[in-house]
């Protein structure tokens, strides 16, 4: 049982370019979801996802996309990175029904747009 | 959207030294978390109060929901170096709409611990 985990760990772009961050969970979670970190703020919500095949926008969405064809895996696009994407990104996931206190976030993927 | 204060937003102090932290909000919760972030890491819970006045101990740490619903505090008694990270609160807003979890977190209280 890894948990969550998520691919890279680190990834340099320049701007411009696109690349998908990896985010899976062996837990058969229906919840998932993308935050971002930036230095001194707490973590904010892209996306996430209730289940597999239904996603939704949370409070930071524009400049990526998810899709959620699994109830696995939760990949997180972005179609054209800008120095403002440059941030720490974590996974989330936990069981529909079941407390908060059992959600679990992936290790982070950092990620720096040049 | 909602809110969350949380104070300070960061603390110097010798090991062995009690450390407290609160967050505040203008709006109710119906629960509040607490993480610690290690370096390099992702968010790890600590606790998780689900009423209002709720007092909740893990170890040498204590968190309480406040009686308002829209304020908690952390506690950590004895600190040791391994104490030592960045700890964020978390709500869940009693109309939350947003997420998958509706979590609102605040910006964090970076702990350092003075040898």
């Known amino acids: 049982n890894a948990g969550v985990t998520q691919t890279p760990k680190f990834q340099v772009l320049k701007t411009g370019q696109s690349m998908t961050l990896q985010c899976a969970q062996d837990m058969n979670h229906e919840y998932m979801s993308w935050y971002r970190q930036d230095p001194g703020m707490g973590l904010r919500l892209i996306h996430y996802?209730?289940?597999?095949?239904?996603?939704d926008q949370g409070e930071v969405p524009n400049g990526y996309n998810v899709s959620r064809s699994t109830t696995e895996d939760f990949p997180l696009r972005l179609l054209s990175a800008a120095p403002s994407q440059t941030s720490v990104y974590f996974c989330a996931s936990r069981q529909r029904g079941l407390a908060l206190n059992t959600q679990y976030f992936g290790p982070g993927t950092r990620l720096t747009v040049l | 959207g909602q809110q969350l204060n949380q104070s300070p937003q960061s603390m110097f102090i010798q090991e062995g030294e009690d450390v407290s932290m609160n967050c505040t909000s203008s709006s109710i919760f119906n629960t509040w978390l607490w993480y610690k972030q290690d370096p390099g890491e992702g968010p790890v819970l600590l606790i998780a109060?689900?009423?209002?006045?709720e007092l909740t101990s893990n170890g040498r740490l204590t968190a309480q929901f406040g009686i308002t619903r829209k304020d908690s505090f952390l506690n950590i008694s004895a600190s040791i170096p391994s104490d030592v990270g960045i700890y964020f609160c978390a709500g869940q807003g009693a109309f939350s709409g947003g997420g998958a979890d509706g979590l609102t977190f605040g910006k964090g209280t970076h702990l350092i611990i003075q040898p």
């Open positions: 109060l689900y009423k209002a006045g």
């Open positions: 996802s209730v289940g597999a095949g239904i996603t």
